[in-house]
């Protein structure tokens, strides 16, 4: 708790965590081949402990992030001049750090993400249909995914307003992040209060494995993201598993998107465009 406010809780996790991992290697009487990190925050047990080959596997921009230590550049940077190798989960990221590092590193080797297509194929007609989506007015414009603070709650206000008969179905853990996400230019004071509005659905998390059924009923899959503090270097699985399920479907202008699926994607540039795309 609070390791990320307080540079004193972080040490003493970093040590827990060194001795942690030190014991196993120890219990194991070998020195890993691999030790892999994805978070740029433990520089230090990164550090310590032995290993033949240190990999930092950059997931996110993390250190963008509002919650992220002060001290969040200077910690990546520890790790990556550690790191024998550095991969990316997303091209916009391994460009932006290899140009960021690039006095540590001579290239950042991009590992695109996947999805499990045949998971996520449409269902035979005999599959168990979700009533809470099934006996929604339709069109249904849905979102499977962590409802937090990369959501654009203006975009799904757009939706609501300009597209009063079709139901918005969000499917996910909310999290506090999505409540406090203003819009460029906006406060959080300005956050548009999504419970006002009849035609959003917010239906909680649901099984991974009932996933595709509910793909089934979206009749527009969306990725409403905002494109600030670092959410613009992600590449969603969820665009690659909607396409499985072979749905039409619109995302805000996601830098890897549009260089990668901008041929398969409508990309909404602004929430109203975005609204046009999704009609």
Known sequence: PMENRFAFCRAINSLLLYRAIRTEIVRRGSIPHVLLTNSPFFSLPF??????????????????????????????RLVIAQADLVTAGTLSLARAKAHEYEDLVDRVEYIGCGA?????????????????????????????????????????EALARAMP?????????????FHQSGHEGQGREDTPDLRKFGNIHFLGPKPYAQLPACLAAFDCA?????????????????????????????????????????????????????????R
């Not at 550090?47 to 997931?59: E, F, G, I, K, Q």
């Not at 449409?122 to 006996?135: R, S």
Request: proline share 12%.
């Open 165 to 177: 008969e079709a139901s918005i179905v969000l499917i996910g853990p909310v999290y506090k992040g």
């Open 47 to 76: 550090t310590w402990l032995p290993s033949r080959l240190r990999v930092y596997d950059a997931m996110d921009e993390l250190v963008r992030f509002s919650w992220a230590p002060p001290d969040a550049a200077s910690q990546e």
């Open 222 to 278: 969306i990725v409403p993201y905002r494109l600030t503090d670092g959410i613009e270097f992600v590449q969603p699985v969820k665009v690659l598993e909607y396409l499985a399920g072979g749905k039409p479907v619109v995302s805000t202008a996601i830098p890897d998107v549009v260089e990668i699926y901008g041929h398969l994607v409508r990309i909404g540039r602004s929430p109203r465009d975005f609204v046009q795309k999704a």
């Open 116 to 156: 499990d297509a045949r998971h996520f194929s449409p269902p035979g007609p005999d599959a168990p249909k979700p009533v809470d989506i099934y006996d929604l007015p339709r069109p249904i414009v849905g979102f499977f995914g962590a409802i937090n603070e990369r959501v654009d709650p203006v975009v799904l």
